[in-house]
C-alpha cells in the first residue's frame, strides 16, 4: 500500500540521493523554467472523468492564470477514458499531459509505463496518506463512505456506531442498504486481515441487506424512507441534508475513503504545461473550485465543508494501486452477497 513520509532536506543533494535524478519536483510559485517551457508549448491536455462543470471551470481559471496556455480537455467515464488511453498507446499515440479520475486508471496505465514521477511542491499541503510515497500520483479530491441514516426512521442515538453494530439482530431483513461493488471489503482487508474482513462481510450477508450497483441511487433510497441504514458516499448525503431530506450520516470506524488521483504521463507531448495543471489541480486556487462545487477538497488549508466529510475519524484509504487485485476481492464478495 502506498503510503508518504513528510521529510525535510537541509539540500538539495540529499534530496537527489534519496529519490534519484529521474524525479521531478516542482515549486509552490512555479518555476520560471517549467512557465517559460509551457510557453513555448503553448498547449495542455487534460483527460479526467471529472464531471464536465467542474473540469471546465478549472480549465478556464487555469487559461486565465496562464493566458498561453490552450487548455484541451476531454472528459469520459473510468473504462472508457481507460480504454482511449490504451488505444492510443498502442497505435503510438500520446495525447494526453495529465490524466485524473478513479483509481481504477491506475494500474493499467502504470503497468504500461505511461505515467512519469512528480511531486509538486504543493502535495506538502496533503496528508501523507494521500500522496504516493513514488510520486506517481496525488489525490485531488476523494469520497468517503459512510453509514446513512433516515433520520425518520431511525433515531440519532439509535444508529449503529460500529461495524459490529450492524449485526444485531433487529437490522436483519432488507433494513441496510450496502454496495455492490467489493471496494469496502477490499480497502478493509490490509487493515483488519484478510479472514477477519471476509468474515465480518459473511455475518453481514446473513443480516439479508439490499445491495444496490449505485451509491447514489442507494442514498435516494434511504432519502425517500425505502431503506433505514445504508452506506454511500459523505458528501452525497450531505447534499440531500441541505435540501431537507431527512438525512443523517456517521462515519463507522475505520471509514473508507476512495481517492481520486491526479497523474503525469510519462510521454505527456507538452510536459512543463502538464506540470502547471498538475499543481493548480492541489493548490488552494483549484482545490477551492473542488469545494465549491460541494466535493471534498483534500488541502490541509482547504478544509471540507463541513470538516467532518475528511476529519475527525480513523480512515484506511482505497489506494490506486489496490485496483489491481480487486476482481478476486469482487469475485468473493459477489459469492458472499450473492451477486450476480
Given amino acids: 500500500m502506498a503510503t508518504s513520509k513528510q521529510v525535510v532536506f ?17 515549486q509552490s510559485s512555479a518555476d520560471p523554467k517549467v512557465i517559460e517551457g509551457a510557453k513555448k508549448e503553448r ?31 476531454f472528459r469520459t467515464n473510468n473504462a472508457p477514458l481507460v480504454n482511449r488511453i490504451l488505444l492510443e498507446a498502442r ?9 485524473s479520475g478513479g483509481g481504477e486508471l491506475f494500474s493499467p496505465v502504470m503497468d504500461r509505463g505511461l505515467i512519469m514521477q512528480y511531486r509538486s511542491a504543493e502535495a ?15 489525490a485531488y479530491t476523494a469520497s468517503t463512505f459512510v453509514l446513512g441514516f433516515n433520520t425518520k426512521m431511525v433515531k440519532k442515538e439509535a444508529v449503529p456506531r460500529t461495524y459490529e453494530a450492524l449485526l444485531d439482530p433487529k437490522w436483519k431483513g432488507r ?6 461493488s467489493a471496494g469496502m471489503l477490499h480497502a478493509l482487508m490490509p487493515s483488519w486481515g484478510k479472514e477477519k474482513a471476509i468474515s465480518y462481510f459473511r455475518q453481514l450477508a446473513s443480516q439479508d441487506p439490499a445491495p444496490n450497483d449505485s451509491t447514489s441511487l442507494m442514498a435516494q433510497l434511504l432519502s425517500a424512507g425505502e431503506l433505514p441504514l445504508a452506506f454511500s458516499t459523505a458528501h452525497i448525503y450531505e447534499l440531500l441534508n441541505r435540501k431537507g431530506a431527512p438525512v443523517d450520516w456517521i462515519p463507522l470506524e475505520p471509514a473508507v475513503i476512495r481517492v481520486v488521483p491526479t497523474m503525469l504521463g510519462a510521454k505527456a507531448r507538452h510536459p512543463n504545461a502538464g506540470k502547471l495543471l498538475y499543481d493548480f489541480l492541489i493548490a488552494k486556487e483549484g482545490q477551492e473550485i473542488i469545494k465549491s462545487f460541494n466535493r471534498i477538497p483534500v488541502r490541509k488549508d482547504v478544509p471540507p465543508d463541513p470538516p467532518r466529510l475528511l476529519r475527525g475519524f480513523k480512515r484506511v484509504i482505497m489506494y490506486p494501486e489496490l485496483y489491481k487485485s480487486l476482481d478476486e476481492t469482487q469475485r468473493i464478495y459477489n459469492e458472499i452477497f450473492k451477486l450476480r
Fill in 10 to 26: 537541509s539540500c538539495a543533494f540529499m534530496v537527489v540521493f534519496l529519490y534519484g535524478p529521474l524525479r521531478s519536483w516542482s
Fill in 43 to 73: 498547449e495542455v491536455v487534460w483527460y479526467t472523468t471529472t464531471n464536465l462543470e467542474t473540469s471546465k471551470k478549472i480549465s478556464d481559471l487555469l487559461q486565465k492564470k496562464y493566458p498561453f496556455l490552450n487548455v484541451t480537455l
Fill in 91 to 99: 497505435a503510438g499515440k500520446y495525447e494526453w499531459d495529465v490524466v
Fill in 124 to 138: 506538502r499541503m496533503i496528508d501523507e496518506d494521500m500522496v504516493d510515497k513514488e510520486g506517481y500520483w496525488t
Fill in 175 to 180: 433494513k441496510i442498504g450496502v454496495d455492490a
